[in-house]
T-cell receptor, first 117, second 111 residues
Framework: AQTVTQSQPEMSVQEAETVTLSCTYD???????LFWYKQPPSRQMILVIR??????QNATENRFSVNFQKAAKSFSLKISDSQLGDTAMYFC??????????????FGKGITLSVRP | DTGVSQDPRHKITKRGQNVTFRCDPI?????LYWYRQTLGQGPEFLTY????????KSRLLSDRFSAERPKGSFSTLEIQRTEQGDSAMYLC?????????FGEGSRLTVL
């Protein structure tokens, strides 16, 4: 079974600074997807960024980028120029296959990020 | 695109009662998922459908839980004989592939 580990329960960052959130995962598969989701307080879960395992290039979405280390099974999220609206819980998630059976999303426990003004 | 819709948003019930949650996915999405989330924790997978077929169920989904997706459109999640441990946020998500789009959730409080 796949597992996702987020070992940091909380982090804090000053507005406009950069912060990195860590995630490791365990799988025996070679083809899979990794995601970071954001859940603001009392609001719905939204996708931040995704990475296909077969792509060597790290994904980037505006201020958000990942450091995907396939051999180390590590998938960290870097948030540049942090904004107050980035305050939320962030979940790392793993999907084995996007179609058919066994395409569920497995989440880590999450990390609470607070951006200080 | 109206997003994933869940109803009701909040449900308070007494222990032993049955409750049903409804999820309306994004219209063209063929996969629909149910998750349970407790405060400060990551979502836990319950079950998922591809069209009308229920392809996987978690061991978390005891006999008191049942989910359906008739005609591959909306889905319902029913919890029978609720227990206090069922208190949680129940999240629905839909997908065409591969990312999931989540609804705002249905919060259940069992007294």
């Amino acid at each position: 079974a796949q597992t996702v580990t987020q070992s940091q329960p909380e982090m804090s960052v000053q507005e406009a600074e950069t912060v990195t959130l860590s995630c490791t995962y365990d799988t025996s598969e070679s083809n899979y997807y990794l995601f970071w989701y954001k859940q603001p307080p009392s609001r719905q879960m939204i996708l931040v960024i995704r990475q296909e395992a077969y792509k060597q290039q790290n994904a980037t979405e505006n201020r958000f980028s990942v450091n995907f280390q396939k051999a180390a099974k590590s998938f960290s999220l870097k948030i540049s120029d942090s904004q107050l609206g980035d305050t939320a819980m962030y979940f790392c998630a793993f999907m084995n296959h996007p179609t058919g059976a066994n395409s569920k999303l497995t989440f880590g426990k999450g990390i609470t990020l607070s951006v200080r003004p | 695109d109206t997003g994933v819709s869940q109803d009701p948003r909040h449900k308070i019930t007494k222990r032993g009662q049955n409750v049903t949650f409804r999820c309306d996915p994004i219209s063209e999405h063929n996969r629909l998922y149910w998750y349970r989330q407790t405060l400060g924790q990551g979502p836990e997978f319950l079950t998922y459908f591809q069209n009308e077929a229920q392809l996987e169920k978690s061991r978390l989904l005891s006999d008191r839980f049942s989910a359906e997706r008739p005609k591959g459109s909306f889905s319902t999640l029913e919890i029978q004989r609720t227990e206090q441990g069922d208190s949680a946020m129940y999240l629905c998500a839909s997908s065409l592939s591969p990312e999931l789009f989540f609804g705002e959730g249905s919060r259940l409080t069992v007294l």
